[in-house]
């Protein structure tokens, strides 16, 4: 994939995730992990090849359909980037309006999750008022709210202490095992990887270098990864 | 009913847009309200002007008076003279018309009954003389309509001269040309003033929307990962723009009929007197409602949108 300036971000990658798979993808920085993420997103497109998620072929997708393609994402972000202005209701509710439910539906299924996380009872407060904790079950609640059958967790530890990072695997866990989802976590946090022995992809200067069940240090080639 | 779910939505983001960028959107508003001021007052001074220019076409009419002295016999035949004229002349539309002196008495005492003097003018002292009128199409083509009647002898125009003096006439044609030069000069100055007044809103707008879609960068950002379409995350924006432009069409129809009951009439009324030297006719402003409603609403909702359009373009990558 490369960039209208001729930066190439990624070459040669080639790889398949299965439905319900939870992998982690990491690397340096500037490894490719975040274009990675943004042509899973179809904020960016391939300039050649083939790309297809969730049955979408995104290397001739037309641009009309990009939404129909994210309705089937939830994303977490790393800062959580709950809207300030917004009761913890409003923001759970905040992606069903956007793509048109009913008010019914949005109060059943908004209703449904804070209890399920056990934030019931703070539906009408605002993210200040909140514990990091709470903060973070807002977010994952969020990006769960429109069903969705791929959760991608852009460096979802990155801001954060060890208890809420359990935390917050604990719920990506729960939602790959119960629910059935996909979960794509993007990170360069070594210690989760350690900690949680999962599929885990490595790229190291725009090149797939490593693809295997659990994590054993980074590969970085001798020659950097020019000729992986 | 999703499609009403949304349209409920975008109104109510659109009115919440609207009073977080309170200070630019009262901005807006007030520049495009004056834009549309601009546009009423001169539409308004240039139609009375022209209704009034229609009533002065009315005036297309010169008199040939006719002496006292003449008998029954030389009237008719000034008629029969005249008539032969006016029919060889393509500027002259109809045959002339007499009008004996009782009927111009008449007329008079219609036209000045509220004056305590217009009674001194009865029968036995009617001042007036009987004449024939002649109609022609264009006020302007008064000197060759004179020019033409001149011809026959034994008449008098106007004044009891042998003919309407050249000074008399070229005034009544210099007023003529003052106000059509003042109305081109109005629809120049107008409409310039209009065209720097539409940029300068649509640049305001413009900057409105771009504050708007700053304040919103995360909500859109999100709005987008969310799987918004286009048309959901620019819609507000639009319906902010429509706002914008209807709240300054009815803030600028309800100034325009203030300025026009309380100082428009009185301006133009008494200039109009300046120049004519007579009465002027002030249209209602609700006749010129819908014309000036419909005007306004298109002017804001053409600068609203089109200035949403250009700042989503500029600044909304979705």
Request: hydrophobic share 45%; with cysteine; aromatic share 8%.
């Amino acid at each position: 994939m490369a960039y209208p300036d001729g930066t190439v971000a990624l070459r040669d990658v080639s790889l398949k995730i299965d439905d319900g798979e939870f992998v982690f993808i990491v690397g340096a920085s500037g490894a490719g992990k975040t274009t990675l993420t943004k042509l899973l997103l179809c904020e960016e497109r391939v300039s050649s090849g083939i790309l297809e998620v969730n049955s979408f072929h995104l290397e001739k997708m037309r641009s009309f359909r990009i939404p129909y393609l994210r309705r089937t994402m939830g994303v977490v972000f790393q800062d959580f980037r709950l809207f300030p202005n917004k009761t913890v209701y409003e923001n759970v509710a905040f992606p069903m309006q956007v793509i048109g439910e009913s008010g019914k539906r949005i109060r059943n299924t908004v209703t449904y999750f804070l209890d399920q996380v056990g934030l019931g009872d703070k539906a009408g407060s605002f993210p200040h008022q909140l514990s990091g904790g709470e903060q973070q079950r807002v977010a994952f609640v969020r990006a769960m709210v429109n069903n969705p059958k791929l959760i991608i967790a852009d460096e979802p530890t990155g801001s954060i202490d060890n208890d809420l990072r359990d935390g917050l695997m604990d719920m990506l866990l729960q939602a790959n095992r119960s629910g059935k989802k996909t979960v794509i976590v993007v990170t360069h946090d070594t210690d989760l990887l350690y900690r949680y022995r999962k599929r885990t992809i490595q790229l190291h200067k725009g090149r797939l270098v490593s693809d295997q069940i659990g994590f054993e240090g980074y590969a970085i080639p001798a020659n950097g990864g020019e000729n992986a | 009913m999703k499609f009403f779910r949304s349209l409920g939505r975008h109104i109510s983001q659109g009115f919440k847009s609207i009073h977080r960028n309170k200070v630019m959107t009262t901005v807006s508003i007030i520049i495009l309200v004056s834009c549309m001021l601009i546009l009423g007052t001169f539409y308004l001074v240039i139609t009375n002007i022209e209704e009034n220019f229609n009533s002065i076409d009315h005036l297309n009419i010169i008199e040939v008076r006719i002496r006292n002295t003449c008998t029954p016999e030389e009237v008719e035949k000034i008629g029969e003279s005249l008539t032969a004229i006016c029919r060889n002349s393509p500027i002259i539309t109809e045959d002339p018309v007499y009008v004996s002196s009782e009927e111009h008495l008449k007329r008079f005492h219609e036209l000045y009954n509220d004056q305590t003097w217009s009674a001194f003018f009865t029968g036995e002292l009617n001042p007036l003389r009987a004449s024939y009128q002649i109609t022609f199409t264009n006020f302007s083509d008064i000197t060759e309509v004179v020019s033409i009647v001149s011809k026959i002898e034994d008449i008098e125009l106007d004044g009891g001269s042998k003919a309407i003096s050249a000074g008399d006439i070229s005034s009544c044609i210099d007023v003529y040309r003052n106000v059509m030069s003042i109305k081109r000069t109005l629809y120049t100055v107008g409409i310039a003033l209009m065209v720097i007044l539409i940029l300068f809103s649509l640049f305001v707008i413009g900057n409105t929307i771009k504050l708007g879609i700053t304040a919103r960068k995360d909500e859109i950002m999100f709005m987008r990962y969310c799987g918004a379409t286009k048309h959901f995350i620019r819609a507000p924006f639009i319906v902010e723009g429509i706002i914008i432009g209807l709240l300054s069409a009815l803030i600028a129809l309800g100034l325009e009929y203030l300025l026009y009951v309380y100082a428009l009439s009185g301006i133009v009324r008494s200039s109009s007197v300046a120049i004519t030297g007579g009465e002027i006719a002030i249209s209602p402003f609700s006749a010129h409602l819908p014309i000036l409603a419909a005007a306004f609403v298109i002017m804001g909702l053409f600068a609203g949108i089109i200035a949403c359009a250009v700042s989503l373009k500029k600044y909304l990558k979705v």
